[in-house]
């Protein structure tokens, strides 16, 4: 099979996985577009973005070191994404894919739609990923993970350029052995028990598979987003009577790390939370999960 | 405001939004309950059928409820600023290392 200019569809896809791959993405997949036209809701499905799209390339790269874990949650808080790493790898293949095939290419923004508020995205990254196959829902909140790369960041690149199609993973990691023991036991698996806003609920069937996720994001949203946070304190700020009510609402301990954060342009802006994934086995402990694993199953030649 | 317009041009009022707003709220992406796995599966009818479940867009709970988008939006965007909590937040705090959340904490 061959497209436009005479190239070969498949050669094409290795030839960009590959530059996914050299660039420091661990995994890299085409999803069916296809598919994700009828998964993903009007006015988020790829062609909503790129009209002409024939291809959807979702890439992931690996989380913090492995040392980050023990750090304290206050602190892991501005440097446990990274998802920075993955968007600059999709930047840069958009324009292999326009250099190297002459088809138009994007980067497929991550952010939200501003139609929409602070919580709605203009398009689903995960979604691409898990079609993709890098990736399965996991109990926590529908988090994505790897049975060997354990938890990644996402991002995805659009293309004009017709690539072959990648299947979602055959089986889906989660929940680990010991989770589905401990929800027997419990009624909980690890992420449910130690999530501090409490916001995961499920059920875990008797072959110890998920029979349900429940998630409630708006919950979750008040460690890890914060959107709302600012305006919430200006608001206080204008309707306090008292100047030392208003000086309060502005400056209290708890209120002025907020200035901080905007004012540094902290890359967890506005929170990240993490509580979750540090007590998830396949976050941590897949065979592949981070960069000491990594290393060590290719004899020492890499750390990334 | 949605575009730009108020909340009377787009006829949305503090009791609409008591009457509707735990309804939007459910059908919203702020609450997701998924059965089984079928987007892996690729299994569109079991997709369809727990869209309500798994988060919709403004302009599908419009549909379902019979309003406009954009009093969805309105309605939807409000309640995640009114809703929102600053206090959980601070549970971080004491977490992390060896140190797990528990719910007396």
């Not at chain 1, 598919?35 to 006015?43: E, H, T």
């Not at chain 1, 029979?211 to 919950?219: F, L, N, S, V």
């Amino acid at each position: 099979m061959t497209g436009a200019m005479g190239l070969d569809p498949h050669e094409a896809k290795a030839q960009i996985l590959e530059y996914c791959k050299r660039k420091g993405a661990l995994v890299a997949g085409v999803a069916d577009i296809e598919a994700l036209q009828r998964i993903a809701p009007p006015g988020h499905r790829p062609r909503d973005m790129l009209p002409r799209a024939k291809s959807v390339i979702a890439l992931g790269v690996g989380g913090q070191t492995r040392g980050a874990w023990a750090v304290p949650a206050k602190a892991l808080g501005f440097f446990g994404s990274t998802e920075g790493r993955a968007y600059k790898i999709a930047y840069g293949c958009a324009f292999y894919i326009e250099h190297k095939f002459q088809a138009p290419a994007i980067y497929c923004p991550p952010d939200m739609d501003p139609e929409s508020g602070s919580r709605v995205p203009f398009q689903s990254l995960k979604l691409h990923a898990e079609v993709a196959g890098l990736g399965a829902r996991s109990l926590a909140g529908d988090i994505l993970l790897h049975p060997e790369f354990g938890y990644m960041y996402f991002a995805s690149v659009f293309t004009e350029l017709e690539l072959p199609p990648d299947r979602p993973l055959a089986e889906n990691p989660c929940p680990a052995p010991s989770c589905a023991d401990l929800y027997r036991k419990s009624g909980r698996t690890p992420c449910m028990k130690f999530c501090p806003a409490q916001c995961l609920h499920g059920r875990v069937d008797e072959a110890g598979r998920q029979a349900e996720m429940r998630y409630e994001m708006a919950k979750c949203a008040e460690l890890t987003q914060q959107y709302e946070a600012v305006p919430q304190m200006l608001r206080e700020a204008l309707d306090a009577d008292d100047p030392a009510d208003r000086e309060r609402a502005l400056f209290d301990p708890n209120n002025s790390q907020y200035w901080y954060k905007m004012s540094v342009g902290s890359g967890g802006l506005l929170a990240q939370c993490f509580e979750c994934m540090r007590v998830c086995p396949i976050a941590t402990k897949a065979p592949l999960a981070d960069p000491i694993q990594r290393a060590a199953a290719l004899g020492g030649k890499t750390g990334g | 405001m949605p575009r730009g317009l108020t909340m009377p041009d787009i006829g949305v009022t503090e009791e609409m939004i008591d009457a509707f707003g735990a309804a939007v709220w459910e059908l919203s992406n702020n609450v997701q309950v998924r059965q089984g796995d079928p987007v892996r599966q690729l299994d569109f009818t079991a997709i369809e059928a727990q869209r309500p479940g798994t988060g919709m867009t403004d302009a599908q709970i419009a549909d379902r409820l019979n309003l406009t988008r954009e009093q969805v939006l309105l309605i939807r965007v409000l309640l995640e600023a009114r809703r929102f909590d600053r206090r959980p937040y601070r549970r971080l705090y004491e977490l992390g290392g060896s140190r797990r959340f528990r719910p007396q904490t």
